[in-house]
């Protein structure tokens, strides 16, 4: 699947459905064959899929028919080509959604992470899939306590991550939980992977994200602005991060990940290592996560701590110095303060 940015005022999805046509008259020439393809008038961006020997045949049969290379050309897996971008209708491969309009491509993908502190669990996940299925999304995956599901439409996934939020705070199972929602392209400009720097993004964001709250990037509140505004009638439940600020939590979530199993790594060493000075960084620290920095640190070790203890079968000893404690009696401590169950009591009841 390639992408290809477009530098000019009159682009217009005619131009590109006569481009298409050149390049389905030669594509046997290289081996090619054209499947699909999108078209994001707004955005001056084109999405193709295609079948070819390699890359370089792909973009030959660009090059040849009209001379519009691809910016950057990635492989795409079947079942995770059919699970983001196998919605919609398509006609003469051009692709459209259910409602018939162009399908710019975009997808918006909704990432939860949910730990229940009790043994019914299942009850809810059950009626988070149902919610998905109400909302037009598709789930992704769903590991242990992460699920990831893509939607065509930023406002159903504003929709659906409200409605899991009033799911999860009306269960009487004692919850953690948090949201992100993020809209990006399949393929970026640089990168290797489908939707990588999106999955980058809302990754970093669930990491960092307050217990309970729901985190959006300024491309789904651009696609969804006059329903967003709706939403924000209605909850207050929700932090808008700007493009600095995901490149700052980014960094944030690579370096404390870095020293994860460091337990004399403290606010001091990250304020050094990310260039910033403790008044500069507090502040923004504060002002994305509402948490200081050493509180940050230790919310980090405690959700890896929860993560591990949910995926693997160490000792609480094993998973309290991997998670940069220094000793599990003072992880036991933390643990139940922040919790209110011990990591034994949370283990037992995972059993």
């Given at each position: 699947?390639?992408?290809?940015?477009?530098?000019?005022?009159?682009?217009?999805?005619?131009?590109?459905?006569?481009?298409?046509?050149?390049?389905?008259?030669?594509?046997?020439?290289?081996?090619?064959?054209?499947?699909?393809?999108?078209?994001?008038?707004?955005?001056?961006?084109?999405?193709?899929?295609?079948?070819?020997?390699?890359?370089?045949?792909?973009?030959?049969?660009?090059?040849?028919?009209?001379?519009?290379?691809?910016?950057?050309?990635?492989?795409?897996?079947?079942?995770?080509?059919?699970?983001?971008?196998?919605?919609g209708t398509e006609v003469n491969d051009l692709a459209k959604t259910n409602s018939g309009d162009l399908d710019p491509g975009y997808r918006t993908i909704l990432l939860?992470?949910?730990?229940?502190?009790?043994?019914?669990?299942?009850?809810?996940?059950?009626?988070?899939?149902?919610?998905?299925?109400?909302?037009?999304?598709?789930?992704?995956?769903?590991?242990?306590?992460?699920?990831?599901?893509?939607?065509?439409?930023?406002?159903?996934?504003?929709?659906?991550?409200?409605?899991?939020?009033?799911?999860?705070?009306?269960?009487?199972?004692?919850?953690?939980?948090?949201?992100?929602?993020?809209?990006?392209?399949?393929?970026?400009?640089?990168?290797?992977?489908?939707?990588?720097?999106?999955?980058?993004?809302?990754?970093?964001?669930?990491?960092?994200?307050?217990?309970?709250?729901?985190?959006?990037?300024?491309?789904?509140?651009?696609?969804?602005?006059?329903?967003?505004?709706?939403?924000?009638?209605?909850?207050?439940?929700?932090?808008?991060?700007?493009?600095?600020?995901?490149?700052?939590?980014?960094?944030?979530?690579?370096?404390i990940k870095k020293h994860f199993n460091r337990s004399d790594f403290k606010s001091e060493d990250l304020f050094s290592e990310i260039g910033m000075s403790k008044s500069?960084?507090?502040?923004?620290?504060?002002?994305?996560?509402?948490?200081?920095?050493?509180?940050?640190?230790?919310?980090?070790?405690?959700?890896?701590?929860?993560?591990?203890?949910?995926?693997?079968?160490?000792?609480?000893?094993?998973?309290?110095?991997?998670?940069?404690?220094?000793?599990?009696?003072?992880?036991?401590?933390?643990?139940?303060?922040?919790?209110?169950?011990?990591?034994?009591?949370?283990?037992?009841?995972?059993?």
């Amino acid at each position: 699947m390639d992408i290809h940015t477009v530098d000019s005022d009159e682009f217009s999805a005619e131009d590109v459905v006569k481009a298409h046509m050149e390049d389905l008259a030669i594509e046997d020439k290289f081996g090619v064959k054209q499947l699909k393809y999108w078209v994001n008038e707004q955005g001056k961006t084109i999405f193709c899929l295609m079948e070819g020997p390699s890359k370089e045949a792909c973009n030959q049969v660009h090059l040849e028919s009209h001379g519009n290379t691809a910016c950057n050309i990635i492989e795409v897996a079947d079942d995770e080509y059919n699970l983001f971008m196998g919605q919609g209708t398509e006609v003469n491969d051009l692709a459209k959604t259910n409602s018939g309009d162009l399908d710019p491509g975009y997808r918006t993908i909704l990432l939860t992470n949910v730990v229940c502190f009790s043994q019914n669990s299942n009850g809810y996940f059950k009626k988070i899939k149902d919610l998905v299925i109400e909302h037009n999304g598709v789930i992704i995956r769903e590991p242990t306590n992460q699920i990831m599901i893509t939607f065509v439409y930023a406002t159903d996934a504003i929709s659906c991550a409200t409605s899991i939020i009033e799911l999860l705070e009306s269960t009487s199972s004692k919850l953690e939980f948090n949201l992100a929602v993020v809209s990006g392209n399949p393929v970026d400009e640089k990168g290797t992977a489908f939707f990588e720097e999106t999955k980058n993004k809302i990754n970093s964001l669930c990491s960092l994200g307050l217990n309970k709250k729901l985190y959006l990037d300024n491309e789904t509140v651009a696609l969804a602005k006059k329903e967003l505004q709706e939403q924000q009638k209605k909850t207050t439940n929700f932090t808008l991060v700007s493009n600095d600020d995901f490149v700052f939590s980014l960094m944030l979530h690579n370096t404390i990940k870095k020293h994860f199993n460091r337990s004399d790594f403290k606010s001091e060493d990250l304020f050094s290592e990310i260039g910033m000075s403790k008044s500069q960084a507090s502040r923004k620290i504060k002002s994305l996560t509402g948490q200081t920095p050493n509180q940050l640190i230790q919310e980090s070790r405690l959700q890896s701590a929860l993560g591990k203890m949910s995926q693997s079968q160490k000792t609480i000893a094993e998973i309290a110095y991997q998670s940069g404690f220094n000793s599990p009696t003072y992880f036991t401590r933390v643990f139940k303060k922040r919790f209110g169950i011990s990591p034994t009591e949370f283990i037992m009841q995972l059993a």
